[in-house]
């Protein structure tokens, strides 16, 4: 072959590797990015002070209070709207029962505790406190056609023990029908230590077997207006134009009867302090509500109900 042709085929297969060389070397082609989302706002922090957690305060125990009790816990839910506050009446020894079974945060009563509810805490390791949520007078009432225009503690004695049975010894006429509020009443105890058995809590004395026994202020009021010789005795903030309010004869020989003043300056005979009991471990929320119900919202309460505040 001419050597003219062989430089041509060498230098053919020079160029060829060459071109060879550089198509290997190139770098291949970055792979597509996918687009990044939008970004997701990291969650914005409470606010500081503005806890919405819900918490239930229960209350339970005397019937007296449960009127003045149903209207504060209403009252309150306005102030403390994430704070709800469940009322039940059934009596003081129902009250006192169910805080000593961690059943109720509040005691409704009205009258003091006694001392085997004192023995059961004091065993259970509980320690209770004893707070006063107002006064009370306790209303002797008889149906609007008694002629009865006043009787003396030894009157209603008599009377709620059946020791006298007809009003003719008394200025009427026709036979006695006994109303009490039931056992488990705090007005019960209270009426039965500090008149029946005139202000010696633990005498002997007791209401009539022939005493018609009922669970509620509302009841004795309703059965009093509907029935020519009853008398009976509720709260003062259960008074209302369908009985009449007899007057009782004080210390001082006066016949006064039962209302807001005679309570508050003392001469009404037949009176006494309303207490909410809470457990000395209560919750936080147990303890502000009841600052707020003897602060001036709450007192302002109790008087609209026709109860004495503090």
């Known amino acids: 072959m001419p050597r003219s042709t062989w430089t041509a085929l060498a230098s053919l297969a020079s160029l060829c590797g060459a071109l060879l060389v550089a198509g290997c070397s190139r770098s291949p082609e970055p792979?597509?990015?996918?687009?990044?989302?939008?970004s997701k706002a990291a969650p914005k922090p409470p606010v500081a002070g503005a806890s919405t957690e819900k918490v239930t305060v229960q209350a339970k125990g005397s019937d007296t209070l449960l009127q003045v009790a149903q209207a504060l816990a209403e009252a309150y839910k306005k102030v403390e709207p994430n704070v709800d506050v469940t009322v039940t009446g059934g009596g003081s020894g129902t009250g006192f029962k169910a805080i000593l079974d961690g059943t109720t945060d509040i005691a409704d009563a009205?009258?003091?505790?006694?001392d085997e509810e004192t023995s059961s805490a004091k065993e259970k390791g509980i320690d209770l406190i004893e707070n006063v949520v107002g006064y009370d007078g306790i209303a002797v009432i008889?149906?609007?056609g008694n002629p009865i225009e006043k009787l003396t503690i030894d009157d209603l004695?008599?009377?709620?023990?059946?020791?006298?049975?007809?009003w003719s010894r008394l200025g009427g006429?026709?036979?006695?029908v006994i109303l009490s509020r039931d056992t488990t009443s705090g007005t019960h105890e209270y009426f039965k230590g500090h008149v029946l058995n005139k202000g010696d809590e633990k005498g002997p004395r007791d209401f009539a077997a022939s005493a018609i026994m009922l669970p509620s202020n509302d009841q004795i009021r309703s059965q009093v207006a509907s029935t020519a010789g009853a008398i009976g005795y509720i709260g003062l903030g259960y008074v209302d134009d369908s009985i009449k309010v007899v007057p009782i004869?004080?210390?001082?020989?006066?016949?006064?009867?039962?209302?807001?003043?005679?309570?508050?300056?003392?001469?009404?005979?037949?009176?006494?302090?309303?207490?909410?009991?809470?457990?000395k471990d209560a919750s936080p929320a147990v303890a502000k509500y009841?600052?707020?119900?003897?602060?001036?919202?709450?007192?302002?309460?109790?008087?609209?109900?026709?109860?004495?505040?503090?």
């Open 110 to 114: 009205s009258r003091k505790i006694n």
């Open 157 to 166: 004695a008599a009377i709620f023990t059946a020791e006298a049975t007809d």
């Open 249 to 279: 004869v004080n210390k001082d020989g006066n016949p006064v009867a039962a209302s807001v003043a005679a309570v508050k300056d003392g001469t009404y005979p037949i009176s006494r302090p309303l207490f909410m009991y809470t457990r």
């Open 31 to 38: 792979a597509p990015s996918t687009p990044a989302g939008p």
């Open 173 to 176: 006429k026709g036979e006695i």
């Open 290 to 310: 009841l600052d707020w119900i003897v602060g001036t919202e709450g007192r302002k309460i109790v008087a609209d109900e026709g109860f004495v505040p503090l």
């Open 142 to 144: 008889v149906n609007k």
